[in-house]
């Protein structure tokens, strides 16, 4: 299983998007935002499982035995053992997930064509151009601070969770 998510992380993001944008074309999910929120899911579940696989594989399994004996059913030994021992794993998860598909561009560059559904990055390049087709610099540093205001909140609300999320399973 491990080398199976690894074969998918080595496979560049870009690799992805054509054979994507043909079937996405044939169904008629371009410039929706379903059909980009699954491009995004696409391009991160590989390192989201392999970072969740080391979260499980670093709770001890004499936690999970002692839970079976007193008595706790599989989905008790979810709610009860296993999900509060990798909260730390999850919000990890959540921040690279949420950051990566913020900030990512080429994905919404070739999916969104329509300037009503243009994602954020896409506008700042859009933005750029100002008078006489010179760089107008002033609206450009604006929109680039405009755009990190959403995320600094939401890094420093996870911080506390962030690195024990990445140093979960680092011991084995």
Same mark, same amino acid.
């Given at each position: 299983?491990?080398?199976?998510?690894?074969?998918?992380?080595?496979?560049?993001?870009?690799?992805?998007?054509?054979?994507?944008?043909?079937?996405?074309?044939?169904?008629?999910?371009?410039?929706?935002?379903?059909?980009?929120?699954?491009?995004?899911?696409?391009?991160?579940?590989?390192?989201?499982?392999?970072?969740?696989?080391? #979260?499980?594989?670093?709770?001890? /399994?004499?936690?999970?035995?002692?839970?079976? *004996?007193?008595? $706790?059913?599989?989905?008790? !030994? =979810?709610?009860?053992?296993?999900?509060?021992?990798?909260?730390?794993?999850?919000?990890?998860?959540?921040?690279?997930?949420?950051?990566?598909?913020?900030?990512?561009?080429?994905?919404?560059?070739?999916?969104?064509?329509?300037?009503?559904?243009?994602?954020?990055?896409?506008?700042?390049?859009?933005?750029?151009?100002?008078?006489?087709? #010179?760089?107008?610099?002033?609206? /450009?540093?604006?929109?680039?601070?405009?755009? *990190?205001?959403? $995320?600094?909140?939401?890094? !420093? =609300?996870?911080?506390?969770?962030?690195?024990?999320?990445?140093?979960?399973?680092?011991?084995?």
């Amino acid at each position: 299983m491990g080398v199976i998510l690894i074969c998918g992380m080595m496979i560049p993001d870009q690799t992805l998007l054509t054979p994507l944008y043909l079937m996405f074309s044939k169904l008629g999910m371009q410039n929706t935002r379903i059909g980009l929120a699954i491009v995004h899911t696409a391009i991160q579940l590989p390192f989201s499982i392999f970072l969740m696989r080391h #979260s499980f594989e670093a709770i001890p /399994l004499e936690l999970e035995e002692a839970a079976v *004996i007193d008595g $706790c059913n599989s989905l008790q !030994l =979810l709610y009860r053992i296993f999900l509060p021992s990798i909260v730390p794993g999850i919000v990890t998860v959540a921040l690279f997930a949420f950051l990566t598909s913020w900030n990512e561009f080429i994905g919404a560059l070739i999916f969104m064509n329509k300037q009503t559904m243009f994602t954020l990055p896409i506008m700042l390049v859009a933005s750029r151009t100002g008078y006489y087709s #010179s760089t107008d610099w002033g609206i /450009l540093q604006a929109g680039i601070v405009i755009s *990190i205001i959403p $995320c600094v909140p939401v890094y !420093l =609300l996870l911080q506390r969770y962030y690195v024990p999320g990445l140093m979960s399973g680092a011991g084995r």
